[in-house]
């Protein structure tokens, strides 16, 4: 490394990941030094293809440098991602999974379906490689919620392939029976019926696998916690307070589980439901505030036509807010990753 290379890398040291709380030549966050024309281009690895924060790094990194050392007078940052990974993943799928997050509710009705289409639909669109488990197995909505009312899964030595819509690798019992004929299982089954999903699907590689589980407290929750290792759950809530007290119900459970609190979603906020309950449970348990959603018309025929908000009208300030729900998201579950010891950091991944 030249002189100037080094300079700038050791000006680049003043620059702190503001999440992970360590400079970014550190954490290997910057790749590729060249030093070409008074210009200094490098590659910033983010922790996730949906980080929030690129343009603080850009103006951060500016002022390290730029006027801090001699010869450079501009900056061309290029930008890449690598998830960290969970080594309590690592074997136990015939597919690499990064990480596991699962989206739950303690009640039925305030849209947990919807955040998780839309959470899943941004992240591919931020160019994460996605997959989307519907868990509410007895009443699967993610078919229709993804435009998907037809057609089954393909088998393929034995192991039945994803159906991709919006960028997604979706599995569903949606994909498996008829909309006027019951899932009827008990216990045991639906804890079958999930570990299937994980194991006996053709996955490709994923950076994050969205679970959306139904509603409560109940097996599938439990079974899921208990058979896999979550990066943790994205809890979703209405506004008012009758919503909020289940909501706690769930956080307690998943805190029960040992499973990390990625965040609190505020969802159907405005006149009808009010807004507010949820951000304010958040501050009453110590969680992240993922954000609210507004009460859109949008949004229910996005979901009843199989048209995500976030990716069909996406300047709407219910596209918009799913899209900021999904950064903050991926960015804490890449901070939660980053504290567990189980999980391979960036600064060791080539």
Not at 54 to 59: I, M, T
Not at 84 to 101: C, E, L, V, W, Y
Request: glycine fraction near 8%; include cysteine.
């Amino acid at each position: 490394m030249s002189q100037i290379e080094q300079s700038v890398m050791d000006a680049l040291k003043t620059v702190i990941e503001p999440e992970l709380h360590q400079d970014i030549v550190t954490l290997n966050m910057v790749r590729d030094l060249k030093i070409e024309d008074n210009t200094a281009n490098f590659t910033i690895v983010l922790t996730t293809p949906a980080c929030p924060l690129k343009d603080v790094f850009v103006e951060r990194c500016n002022d390290a440098v730029i006027g801090k050392v001699d010869g450079i007078s501009r900056l061309n940052i290029s930008w890449d991602a690598q998830v960290p990974t969970d080594r309590r993943i690592m074997g136990q799928f015939n597919a690499p999974m990064k990480s596991i997050i699962a989206v739950g509710s303690g009640k039925g009705g305030v849209g947990k379906s919807t955040i998780s289409v839309n959470i899943a639909v941004a992240l591919a669109e931020a160019g994460a490689k996605v997959g989307l488990i519907d868990a509410d197995i007895l009443n699967p909505n993610t078919p229709q919620m993804m435009g998907l009312q037809s057609g089954r899964p393909k088998v393929v030595n034995d192991k039945m392939q994803p159906i991709e819509a919006h960028g997604v690798q979706i599995i569903s019992t949606g994909f498996l029976t008829t909309p006027d004929k019951p899932m009827i299982m008990r216990g045991p089954m639906l804890h079958s019926a999930i570990r299937q999903f994980f194991t006996d699907v053709n996955w490709s590689s994923l950076d994050y696998m969205i679970v959306d589980l139904p509603p409560g407290t109940g097996d599938a929750p439990l079974s899921l916690a208990q058979q896999f290792p979550l990066a943790g759950a994205i809890i979703v809530t209405q506004p008012q307070g009758v919503a909020t007290a289940d909501a706690l119900r769930s956080v307690a459970m998943f805190e029960q589980l040992k499973v990390p609190i990625i965040g609190l979603v505020e969802n159907m906020a405005g006149d009808f439901f009010g807004t507010g309950g949820g951000e304010k449970l958040a501050e009453e348990r110590n969680l992240t505030f993922l954000g609210r959603v507004p009460l859109q018309t949008d949004v229910r025929e996005g979901g009843d036509y199989g048209r995500p908000v976030v990716a069909f009208n996406p300047d709407s300030p219910a596209g918009q807010a799913f899209a900021s729900i999904a950064r903050k998201a991926a960015a804490r579950t890449s901070v939660l990753m980053m504290q567990n010891a189980d999980v391979i950091p960036i600064n060791v991944i080539n």
